[in-house]
């Protein structure tokens, strides 16, 4: 089996897939992620700095590009972008929910519409320098509506298709409707990367015992929640000493990749609350999450940190 970081926007952006692969990489079968969207724009070159987060020196972890949009026209201009600084595939995003982004047809806010996926592939493949793979929903509206599209997508030469089997409608409520994966499944051509819900290892069990043929998992919420999930998925066993000692290093290394990637303070500060907001599990010292929401300051921080672990937090990079 083969576990993928899931791309979430404002949350597995580059310092926290560093961070992740520095602490927990080498316990894990855990080596590839999918970027983050970057939303395709207009003019014939896409700027350096619209692809931060991309930028191999910034990258430890092996990355694929993902894109939104349905501008054919814009696509080549980012491709090249992306293949100058050595990509070889990109994802497109079929499966973004937000409502501003669905109502200009874009993320599932296309799969209504399979002609103009159908158009948009046929523009683009032909001249594309990378190879292209897509993330899907099931729907906006309906669930049916993934039948034409697995139509349209079986056409075209894509290295996956990633299924997240909800609707756009829906945002993040309910469940993964796995019975609806059960009727795509036999209808893909594509290689399918399934993505929904995946936040143990009894689930991901349950999953991989329903659906055998289904080789790659991505992983997004359980492992923000767990950042030990994917060392468990992929059989490693840590005692409770290991786990409060790596936990520890992980938000060191949270902190210090942020820090270092340029974030005004604030913003580093912020993310940080938003992670401990979202930590779930035994290795989390008791009470940290109410003692860390209201600090105004990464020195606060720092000080609180100290406090909720035995050893001293390593913060020189900071001075
Ligand atoms: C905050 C947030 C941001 C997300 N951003 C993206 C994104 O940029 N591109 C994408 O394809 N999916 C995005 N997703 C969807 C996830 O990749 C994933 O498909 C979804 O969360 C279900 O998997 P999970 O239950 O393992 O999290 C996002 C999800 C969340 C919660």
């Not at 159908?118 to 190879?131: C, E, G, H, N, R």
């Not at 500060?269 to 010292?285: A, C, E, I, N, T």
């Amino acid at each position: 089996m083969e576990w993928i970081l899931a791309p979430m926007d404002g949350v597995t952006d580059f310092p926290y897939r560093n961070a992740w692969m520095e602490v927990f990489g080498p316990y894990a079968k855990m080596h590839r992620s999918v970027a983050p969207f970057v939303t395709l724009v207009p003019g014939s070159k896409v700027r350096r700095s619209h692809l931060r987060d991309l930028w191999p020196e910034n990258n430890r972890m092996e990355v694929e590009p993902q894109i939104l949009g349905n501008e054919a026209e814009w696509f080549l201009p980012m491709a090249e972008a992306l293949h100058d600084m050595g990509y070889v595939s990109v994802n497109w995003n079929l499966g973004c929910p937000v409502r501003q982004v669905a109502r200009k047809q874009r993320g599932s806010g296309l799969l209504p519409y399979p002609g103009k996926i159908a158009d948009f592939l046929d523009k683009v493949l032909p001249s594309s320098p990378l190879a292209l793979s897509v993330k899907v929903r099931t729907g906006y509206f309906s669930a049916q509506e993934i039948f034409p599209v697995m139509e349209v997508l079986n056409a075209y030469p894509l290295q996956y298709v990633a299924v997240h089997p909800r609707i756009g409608l829906q945002l993040y409520k309910g469940m993964a409707d796995w019975d609806m994966l059960d009727r795509i499944l036999p209808l893909m051509e594509h290689v399918c990367v399934y993505s929904g819900d995946i936040d143990s290892v009894a689930k991901a069990d349950a999953f991989c015992a329903r659906f055998p043929s289904v080789r790659e998992i991505m992983i997004g919420r359980g492992m923000i929640a767990d950042p030990f999930l994917p060392c468990r998925l992929s059989g490693y066993v840590f005692v409770s000493t290991e786990e409060r000692f790596l936990f520890k290093l992980f938000v060191e290394a949270l902190l210090r990749h942020y820090w270092r990637s340029g974030l005004p303070e604030k913003a580093v500060l912020q993310r940080q609350k938003m992670f401990w907001s979202k930590f779930s599990g035994d290795f989390v010292p008791t009470g940290a999450f109410g003692r860390i929401k209201s600090l105004d300051s990464v020195k606060e921080y720092v000080q609180v940190l100290d406090s909720l672990f035995e050893d001293k937090i390593e913060h020189g990079f900071l001075a």
